[in-house]
């Protein structure tokens, strides 16, 4: 996608009705820098301890990663994987869980550091509570 750089300024619902227009995997990547932004701009009055584990919660799969991974879904789906690229599937989606699991493991220490639960500290990074 070819940016440029504009200089306007803009109230909160113009902004938002800016980015609802983003495709979903725009809106994705959008979402993450805006999570990354506020764990940068809450770190500079943040104990080292916390700003640790903000990192860990939104650490994720590289650009590289999250493209191969989202073509060998389709590739799955399609049901056109080669052994090679299924081994890949594999690979990726079992750091996908190891991620995962440090994300909460991290949101939980951060919620005791806060006296918040874990579903209000996933809802504080943006992160879908299962209903299941």
Same mark, same amino acid.
């Given at each position: 996608? /070819?940016?440029?750089?504009?200089?306007?300024?803009?109230?909160?619902? &113009?902004?938002? =009705?800016?980015?609802?227009? %983003? !495709?979903?995997?725009?809106?994705?990547?959008?979402?993450?820098?805006?999570?990354?932004?506020?764990?940068? +701009?809450?770190?500079?009055?943040?104990?080292?301890? /916390?700003?640790?584990?903000?990192?860990?919660?939104?650490?994720?799969? !590289? $650009?590289? /990663?999250?493209?191969?991974? +989202?073509? %060998?879904?389709?590739?799955?789906?399609? $049901?056109? %994987?080669? $052994?090679? $690229?299924? +081994?890949?599937?594999?690979?990726?989606?079992?750091? %996908?869980?190891?991620?995962?699991?440090?994300? #909460?493991?991290?949101?939980?220490?951060?919620? =005791?550091?806060? +006296?918040? !639960?874990?579903?209000? #500290? #996933?809802?504080?990074?943006?992160?879908?509570? !299962?209903? &299941?």
């Amino acid at each position: 996608m /070819e940016t440029v750089t504009v200089q306007a300024q803009l109230n909160r619902e &113009s902004l938002l =009705q800016a980015v609802s227009q %983003l !495709s979903s995997e725009e809106f994705e990547k959008f979402f993450k820098e805006v999570l990354t932004l506020r764990a940068r +701009q809450q770190a500079h009055c943040l104990p080292t301890a /916390e700003v640790e584990l903000i990192k860990t919660i939104n650490q994720t799969l !590289s $650009e590289p /990663e999250q493209a191969e991974y +989202q073509v %060998l879904l389709k590739k799955r789906q399609a $049901e056109t %994987l080669t $052994e090679v $690229e299924y +081994q890949m599937l594999v690979n990726l989606s079992d750091r %996908l869980d190891e991620l995962h699991a440090q994300r #909460m493991s991290a949101l939980a220490k951060l919620g =005791q550091v806060r +006296q918040k !639960s874990l579903p209000e #500290m #996933m809802a504080a990074f943006g992160i879908p509570v !299962s209903k &299941s």
